[in-house]
C-alpha cells in the first residue's frame, strides 16, 4: 500500500479512535479548531500528522506494535521540513537517522485519567478564565512556564481554570485541545508562581478542570516528562494513570 495524504475526518476518526489515550492530540486536532494547520498521512493502518498552526513544525507518530510506525515515517521521511520538532513511539526516531540529526527533548509519558474516585477525594480551585485574562496569563507564564507551547485561542474555549489570592494569578491550568465532538482533551499549561509552590494550587486547579472537562468529553490525557516526579506524583493523586511511552526530539536535515 503507498503512502497516502488522507483529508477525510471520519477516516481518520475510526483509525485513531480506538485508541484515545494514545491519540488524544491527534483526534483534537481534527477539530475546526485546529484542522485547517494539519497535514495526515497513512501507510495501511498508521497515521501521521505534520501541524503547522505554532512554530516549528510538529510530527506526531505513535504505534502500540513496536515498529509498525516505521514504515509510514521511512516513506514520509522526504517530504518532511528540513526542521522539526517531533512526537514518537520508542525507537522510531532511528528511521531519520541516515538523513537527520536528533537532538532528543528526553522520554515522555502519556497519562489518562483512570480513577475517578480519586479525582472526586481532590478538592477543586480556581475560576474559569477567558480571553479577557490573557495578559495575566501570559505574565504567569513568564516567570513560571517560560518557553511553554501556549495557543492563547484555547483561552476561548472556557476550559482554562486560574486560582488567585489578592487579585493575583498564582496557578493556571488549562488545555491543549479540547474536543466534544471526538470526546478527547489533553491537559496543558498547567503551572504555579514559584512564590506559591508547594500549596497545592496547581492541583486543585486540576481538579477543578477535570471535572468541568467531563462534563463534554470521556478521555481526559496529559503529556509529561518521564523525570518530573513532582508532575507525576500530582496527577497520580488526581487519579491518572501510564497510557504509553514516547520521545520527543528536534529535527533537522543534514
Known sequence: MPLLSVHDRDELAGLLGGDPALHAYQLGDLDDFFWPYTCWYRLDDAVALVYHGGGMPVLLAFDRRPGSSHALLAALAPLLPRRFYAHLSAGAERVFADGFDAAPGGPHLKLALSDHAALTAAEPLGEVLGPADLAEVLALYEVAYPGNWFDARMLETGQYVGVRRDGALLAVA?????????????????????????????????????????????????????DNAAALALYARLGFTRAAEYGEFTFTAR
Open 174 to 226: 488549562g488545555v491543549h485541545v479540547w474536543s466534544p465532538k471526538y470526546r478527547v482533551a489533553a491537559l496543558g499549561n498547567v503551572t504555579t508562581h514559584p512564590d506559591a509552590r508547594g500549596q497545592g494550587l496547581a492541583r486543585g486547579a486540576v481538579a477543578a478542570l477535570c471535572r468541568r472537562l467531563l462534563d463534554t468529553v470521556d478521555h481526559v490525557t496529559l503529556n509529561v516528562k518521564a
